[in-house]
C-alpha cells in the first residue's frame, strides 16, 4: 500500500477515533464532521480495495462528492442564523440539482469535476461567510471557537483544491505523472483538514476535564 492510500486512510480514522472517544461533548455540527470522516473513511478503503482488485473506483469517488458536499452544506445549515438557513438550503438543493446533471449527462465512471467545483465555490464562500460574521460580531479570539476550527478547515481544503480538480480529467487522460503529483497536495490539505477537525473536537472537552490544549 503506498503513503497516499495509508495517509488517505489513517487520517479519517484518527478523527473518527478522537470524535468517537469524544461523541458526546460534541455539538450537532461537530457530529456531522464526525459523520462525514466515517463516510470518507468507509469511501477510501473501497476505493482502495477496488483498485487493488483492478476495478475503476471513480463511481464510489462521485457517489462521495454528493454526501460530502451536502453533509457540509448541511453543517453550515446549522451554525447560520434562521434567516440565512433558506438561502443554504436552497444552495444545497441546487448542488444536488447539479451533481445529478453531471452524472446524468457523463455517468459515474467519469469524476464530475464541474460538481465539484460547484459545490466547492458554495462551501467556500458559506464558511467563510459563516468565520467574518463571527469575527465581526465577537470580542474574542477565533480560535477559542470550536467551530471556527471546522470552517477554517473546511474553507482552505476546497479553496486550494478547485484549481486542482477542475483539471483532473484532462490531466489524468493527458499528464499521469503530473496529475499524480499534484495529487499529493490533495493530501496535505486533507492533513491540514482533519487537523483541524481534531482541534474543534478536542476543545470540546469539559470545562471541568484537567485536559487543556493552547492555540
Known sequence: MSLINVLSISLPLFVCLIGSYRYRHLSAVQKIFLFQALIALFTEAT????T?????????????????????????IKMASPRETSFLFVAM???????????????????SNWSFLFGSILLITSYLYLIIKKWQQTDSSLFSDKHFWIQAGTAIYFGVNIPYFCLINYLNK???????????????????????????????TPKHSDVKIII
Open 47 to 50: 476505493g482502495i480495495a477496488l
Open 52 to 76: 487493488k482488485n483492478n476495478l475503476s473506483n471513480t463511481f464510489i469517488y462521485n457517489i462521495y462528492i454528493l454526501f460530502d458536499v451536502s453533509l457540509l452544506l448541511w453543517a453550515a
Open 93 to 111: 438543493l441546487l448542488f444536488i440539482g447539479v451533481w445529478i446533471s453531471t452524472i446524468c449527462n457523463a455517468g459515474l465512471t467519469i469524476f
Open 174 to 204: 493527458h499528464y499521469v505523472d503530473l496529475s499524480l503529483m499534484l495529487f499529493s497536495i490533495n493530501i496535505i490539505l486533507l492533513f491540514i483538514q482533519y487537523i483541524f477537525t481534531f482541534v474543534s473536537f478536542y476543545k470540546s
